[in-house]
């Protein structure tokens, strides 16, 4: 068979070997009249508490959700400020931004794309009241002197692991070594459900039960309000589907993994890698530096052409995305931080440079080789 086109995600092969136990979890909720709250939640959340290596799981509606009651449960408000990174998915410093506290942002390590202590300990200030890394794309950040710098100016951390479900770090798991971890069921993250989703995983149980009770509008007993919540709850269908799923996990982990290294020995075996991952040069890219854990939610390439790229591969049918294009601290909606440009050069530039490839579980060898075949037809120059 030739290949014509390679998607960037394609859910329909992964649910295709799951309709039986998709369909058997919908009759199991739709069967239990139970549509809010009770045994599918419970479940997903010991499950995942499990999967994860944390005391507590608390499911919620969302990945945006998680960070807002996380922030929430730690008492983060207006005159507050929280670090986090400049380059993440929005809602990272949007949900600091919704409970009224100030996003501080901080440059990446150009080689791993994660935030590390010596940027945030730079900006710490008796204002700080969290500090929230993110495990990017997948790979875990370096949580060892971000947790004693931590410790030691007496501030909790949240892990935004939304990218980072099984990563590990050490014998830990991402998400489980901050107070809070915040995950995502999106449907393109390693585990998604069939819509929206999320979860708070806590280490310490009063936390943890802070949580539970803001994540139904702050009420216990039922209709008795000593704090004010919201609705995060997860639906228990969603929750019915994610238990199907969450066994797969570690299987389609090692699946992206192998596609990872596949693209890569590709790539070098073509000559197409530049030797510094940062300062690339025409008819090269660059690759992120894999020092630590990484279960490859994206898979991303670098390169001064980007979009040139990026219009290459569309012409062959690959689908691709750029994470991000714009940093945090150059949104029109924080304009009134005042931040400028060049202020986070290794930001901003990945924000010009990073392309993210087809990734997911199920590709076959030959997508990928196509893929590789046509990202390095570009740099050798046959494709501009
Ligand atoms: C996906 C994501 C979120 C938000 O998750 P949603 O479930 O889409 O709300 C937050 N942070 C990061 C880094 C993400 O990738």
Redesign the pocket.
């Known amino acids: 068979m030739t290949i014509t086109k390679v998607p960037l995600l394609d859910l329909t092969r992964s649910d295709a070997a799951l309709l039986d136990g998709l369909r058997g979890a919908f009759e199991r909720v739709l069967t239990s009249g139970q549509y809010i709250m009770g045994p599918e939640i419970e479940g997903l959340e010991r499950e995942c508490a499990q999967f994860i290596g944390s005391q507590h799981a608390i499911a919620v509606s ?4 998680a ?1 807002v009651l996380a922030l929430m449960a730690l008492g983060v408000g207006p005159g507050d400020e929280v670090i986090c990174p400049t380059y ?2 929005f ?2 410093a949007g949900s600091v931004w919704r409970v009224g506290a100030r996003p501080v942002f901080v440059d990446m390590d150009p080689k791993t794309y994660n935030c590390d202590a010596a940027h945030v300990r730079a900006q710490i200030t008796p204002r700080t009241r969290a500090i929230m890394p ?1 495990h ?1 794309f997948g790979q875990c950040a370096d949580m060892d002197p971000l947790l004693a710098l931590a410790a030691e100016k007496g501030i909790p951390v949240i892990e ?1 692991a ?2 980072a479900i099984g990563t590990r770090y050490g014998d830990r798991g991402a998400g489980s070594m901050g107070a809070f971890g915040c995950f ?3 449907p393109s ?1 390693n585990l998604g459900c069939l819509g ?1 989703g ?1 979860l708070v995983t806590a280490k310490d149980a009063n936390l943890a039960e802070t949580a539970r009770i803001m994540r139904v509008h702050g009420g216990k007993p039922k209709y008795h309000h000593k704090v004010v919540g919201g609705n995060f709850r997860l639906d228990p269908l969603q929750a019915a589907f994610l238990r199907v799923k969450l066994p797969r996990l570690p299987g389609w982990t090692d699946a992206r993994r192998r596609n990872a290294a596949a693209y890569e020995g590709l790539f070098r075996a073509a000559g197409v890698v530049a030797s510094d991952p940062v300062a690339v040069e025409p008819g090269s890219i660059g690759l992120p530096v894999r020092v630590r854990d990484h279960i490859y939610n994206q898979f991303v390439i670098r390169t001064p052409h980007r979009e040139e790229l990026k219009a290459h591969l569309a012409k062959h049918g690959v689908g691709t995305e750029v994470y991000y294009p714009v940093p945090l601290h150059l949104q029109e909606c924080f304009a009134s931080l005042g931040h400028r440009r060049g202020e986070f050069p290794h930001s901003e530039r990945a924000a010009a440079e990073s392309l993210a490839l087809p990734i997911f579980p199920e590709l076959a060898p030959a997508e990928i080789a196509y893929v590789a075949e046509r990202v390095v037809q570009f740099c050798k120059g046959s494709g501009r």
């Open positions: 969302s990945g945006t959700d960070l993440t998915f809602a990272t993110v990017l935004d939304a990218q995502s069921f999106f993250k929206d999320g």
